[in-house]
């Protein structure tokens, strides 16, 4: 049987993410980066900015790496499937998400330990009247 395409895509969106660095393709992302800068495709600041981008998505993984164990399974399933949605794969916005993610954590169980109770997110507040 094959299965269609959003039914896949579904799985592979709630499917736990293993307790490793994912490996994300960067190319297409440091490609356009270096492209944005009004140069042509053969201009050899393209190649330049590339490598840069290269080197500095290889040097996140590697900050990734040493940091991976620090961060909330929910928190790595939720920015490792947000990383690789769309396209463009970057480890510098993985590792963005995830600390953000760490700190909104920390200030709300900060908060609750300030307040004497459990630390959970608050919910919304409603706008529309009742």
Same mark, same amino acid.
């Not at 900050?63 to 620090?70: A, D, G, R």
């Not at 399974?73 to 600390?99: F, I, Q, V």
């Given at each position: ?70 961060? $909330?399974?929910?928190?790595? *399933? &939720?920015? %490792?499937? +947000? ?28 908060? $609750?330990?300030?307040?004497? *109770? &459990?630390? %959970?997110? +608050? ?8």
């Amino acid at each position: 049987m094959i299965l269609p395409p959003a039914l896949i895509l579904g799985v592979h969106l709630v499917m736990p993410v293993a307790d490793s660095v994912p490996v994300l393709n960067v190319d297409q992302v440091c490609q356009g980066i270096a492209q944005q800068g009004g140069v042509t495709f053969h201009d050899s600041a393209v190649t330049d900015e590339k490598k840069n981008c290269l080197d500095s998505e290889k040097a996140t993984r590697d900050e990734l790496v040493k940091q991976w164990s620090t961060f $909330a399974p929910p928190d790595k *399933t &939720a920015c %490792t499937n +947000e990383s690789r949605m769309g396209g463009d794969s970057s480890y510098t916005e993985l590792l963005t998400c995830l600390e953000m993610a760490r700190d909104v954590r920390s200030m709300h169980t900060d908060k $609750a330990g300030a307040q004497g *109770t &459990a630390a %959970t997110p +608050e919910a919304p507040v409603s706008t529309r009247p009742k």
